[in-house]
Structure formats: C-alpha cells, structure tokens
C-alpha cells in the first residue's frame, strides 16, 4: 500500500481518478492509497474465508462484501472522508447501503496483508477501524500463515481477542461460536 498521490486532494478529487482508473485505490484524510494487485495465495485465501463467513451467515441478517467494493466510514464524532476497500466486510446495519457503496461502520473487517502493504494494514487501518467502533478486525498474514483478531473491548479500544500460526482454530468474539481451522485456510 503507498501513497497514490504526494500531495492532498479533495473528495470529488479522488472519485474523478477512482472512474479513470483500474488500481484499486483507497482515500484517507485527503491522501489516495493504492493496494497492489492481490497474490494468487491472497485470492485463494480470501476465497476460502468468504465461504467460510458465508455459510455462517446463510439466514443471519447480516452480509458479506469482498474487494473491490468501497466503505466510507462514517461516525457522527470523526470529521473527514475515509473510502477503504476491505478484503472483506460483514455488515449488519443495512442503513448505510447505497447504490455505489456502503456508508458507516461494518461490524467485522478482514484484511489479508502482502509485503509491501504491512504497515498500512497493521498500524494505520488498526487505528482507523478502532476510531470508527469497527467490532472486530482480522489481520491475515500470508506470509507467515498467521491470523490475528482484535475485538474492542469495553473502553472501545482493541484487544487481541485471537492468534495463531500454522495450525489451531481461530474463534471470533463479534460471531459467538465461529471457529476456523487454519490449516484449511492456508493450504494450497
């Protein structure tokens, strides 16, 4: 994840570049950040995650959303436009829906790292997500074969509800009872 542009711009700024262009491009606090093109393993990744959450939420009222689809993140005590396209997003507030994006807060956010997007992933979006009351927010690494969720606890701040490398299950706090094998996430 780098910086698109070095200089600031406007809202209706970025959605100008965002309908001239291909590159999945994210807009926060004025600047335009642009992902790299996902690896084979991140596909394959995301993928098995989604059924995963899918067959969870089969008859829940809540829904899942996969890259590229667009979250303008909204909360009545933080100024600014922040558009972010998540890997993937469990929502349950249907309020926020409009023809183009999502607009609000989703309940669950899963991101799946690459080299060169770590920091943006673990440092900045960790922060945004916490600041906007996002539940829960998994950290997939591929590289390590790792999976980190934070939930936010009651002071609204996160805490690392879940870890675990290689192997062992790994459980959600926000869907009560939801485990996944890793094992079955990062094998080939």
Same mark, same amino acid.
């Given at each position: 994840?780098?910086?698109?542009?070095?200089?600031?711009?406007?809202?209706?700024?970025?959605?100008?570049?965002?309908?001239?262009?291909?590159?999945?491009?994210?807009?926060?606090?004025?600047?335009?950040?642009?992902s790299p093109s996902p690896?084979?393993?991140?596909?394959?990744?995301?993928?098995?995650?989604?059924?995963?959450f899918g067959n969870l939420?089969?008859?829940?009222?809540?829904?899942?959303?996969?890259?590229?689809?667009?979250?303008?993140?909204?909360?009545?005590?933080?100024?600014?436009?922040?558009?972010?396209?998540?890997?993937?997003?469990?929502?349950?507030?249907?309020?926020?829906?409009?023809?183009?994006r999502y607009v609000g807060?989703? =309940?669950?956010? !899963?991101?799946?790292?690459?080299?060169? @997007?770590?920091?943006?992933?673990? &440092? /900045?979006?960790?922060? %945004?997500?916490? =600041?906007?009351? !996002?539940?829960?927010?998994?950290?997939? @690494?591929?590289?390590?074969?790792? &999976? /980190?969720?934070?939930? %936010?606890?009651?002071?609204?701040?996160?805490?690392?509800?879940?870890?675990?490398?290689?192997?062992?299950?790994?459980?959600?706090?926000?869907?009560?009872?939801?485990?996944?094998?890793?094992?079955?996430?990062?094998?080939?």
């Amino acid at each position: 994840m780098h910086k698109y542009l070095n200089e600031s711009i406007s809202a209706d700024e970025y959605f100008q570049i965002r309908e001239n262009s291909e590159a999945l491009l994210e807009y926060i606090d004025g600047f335009v950040y642009m992902s790299p093109s996902p690896s084979t393993k991140h596909q394959r990744i995301s993928r098995k995650l989604q059924i995963k959450f899918g067959n969870l939420l089969e008859g829940n009222p809540c829904e899942l959303f996969s890259a590229p689809y667009d979250i303008e993140l909204k909360n009545d005590k933080i100024d600014g436009t922040k558009i972010i396209i998540p890997d993937i997003s469990i929502i349950c507030d249907k309020s926020g829906f409009t023809d183009a994006r999502y607009v609000g807060v989703p =309940n669950l956010i !899963v991101e799946i790292l690459s080299p060169s @997007n770590q920091s943006h992933d673990l &440092i /900045t979006k960790l922060n %945004l997500y916490m =600041n906007y009351g !996002v539940k829960e927010y998994w950290i997939v @690494n591929p590289m390590l074969n790792s &999976i /980190t969720v934070y939930a %936010l606890n009651d002071e609204k701040m996160y805490e690392q509800h879940d870890m675990k490398t290689e192997t062992g299950e790994i459980t959600s706090k926000f869907l009560n009872g939801f485990r996944i094998d890793l094992t079955s996430i990062f094998a080939n």
